[in-house]
């Protein structure tokens, strides 16, 4: 079983800065594809950016230019640089990872249980 422990949430005012972490424990072969989503109050759950093992990355728009993705395969953590926070950035924030059981076994989708952003003005 795969478990992610996201850390580093919290309160912050707009214009500052928060990082994320999100650890992958467990029994695994492998990490693949390592994300993070948000979900704010009644809407639904979005990509925010994800990144390869081999570190090619991909953002949401809303996250270009302000947050970066990056990860530790030896940790197997991935990571979220959150800068110039905005209002609009308040949400829950997901770790995603696509996990491999065993070699040669396919991809199991795992999240974590969400950490919480909020953005004062």
């Known amino acids: 079983q795969v478990q992610l422990v996201e850390s580093g949430g919290g309160l912050v005012q707009a214009g500052g800065s928060l990082r994320l972490s999100c650890a992958a424990s467990?029994?695994?072969?492998?990490?693949?594809?390592m994300a993070w989503y948000r979900q704010a109050p009644g809407k639904e759950r979005e990509l925010v950016a994800s990144?390869?093992?081999?570190?090619?990355?991909i953002y949401a728009d809303f996250a270009k230019g302000r947050f970066t993705i990056s990860r530790d395969n030896a940790k197997n953590t991935v990571y979220l640089q959150m800068d110039s926070l905005k209002p609009e950035d308040t949400a829950v924030y997901y770790c995603?990872?696509?996990?491999?059981?065993?070699?040669?076994?396919?991809?199991?989708?795992?999240w974590g249980q969400g950490t919480q952003v909020t953005v004062s003005s």
């Open positions: 990144i390869t093992r081999g570190g090619s990355t």
């Open positions: 995603n990872a696509k996990t491999v059981r065993y070699y040669g076994s396919g991809e199991n989708d795992v």
């Open positions: 467990g029994s695994f072969f492998r990490v693949n594809a």
